[in-house]
């Protein structure tokens, strides 16, 4: 057997992927609706990690799982387009993760701190 493990592991991995999928939708529901800066920012993340998941299990969990999967035309015409996607959600995943510490970071350290909507955005970054 290789190192990375066999069948059992890349089944439990589909599965953690499917609870993953799951709640991902479920908080994409919960903010929504909601207009608050850090729901949006929820909102975003959880569909970059949405995509993150759905690609990697394409990529990497369920073509273990059904051998056959993995020789047939339709995943070698997939995986380029969903090995970026999966990047791309990984990246933005990790930015997202990022622009939510300092909004955070603003609302408690800095609570009336407003920024006005008719400043330009490269003097605010200044």
Same mark, same amino acid.
């Given at each position: 057997? *290789? ?10 991995? &589909? /599965?953690? #992927? %499917?609870?993953? +999928? ?23 993340? *959880? ?10 299990? &394409? /990529?990497? #969990? %369920?073509?273990? +799982? ?35 510490? &300092? ?24």
């Amino acid at each position: 057997r *290789a190192a990375g493990g066999g069948h059992k592991d890349n089944g439990n991995k &589909v /599965i953690v #992927g %499917i609870f993953g +999928i799951a709640g991902n939708i479920c908080l994409i529901i919960w903010f929504i609706n909601k207009k608050n800066n850090f729901h949006q920012l929820m909102s975003v993340l *959880a569909f970059c990690d949405l995509l993150y998941i759905i690609s990697s299990m &394409v /990529i990497f #969990g %369920i073509p273990n +799982i059904f051998t056959s999967l993995g020789s047939s035309s339709l995943y070698k015409h997939l995986v380029p387009i969903l090995l970026p996607l999966a990047q791309c959600g990984l990246t933005a995943s990790i930015y997202l993760t990022l622009a939510i510490a &300092v909004e955070r970071y603003t609302t408690v350290c800095h609570p009336f701190f407003k920024v006005r909507r008719g400043t330009p955005q490269c003097f605010i970054l200044s």
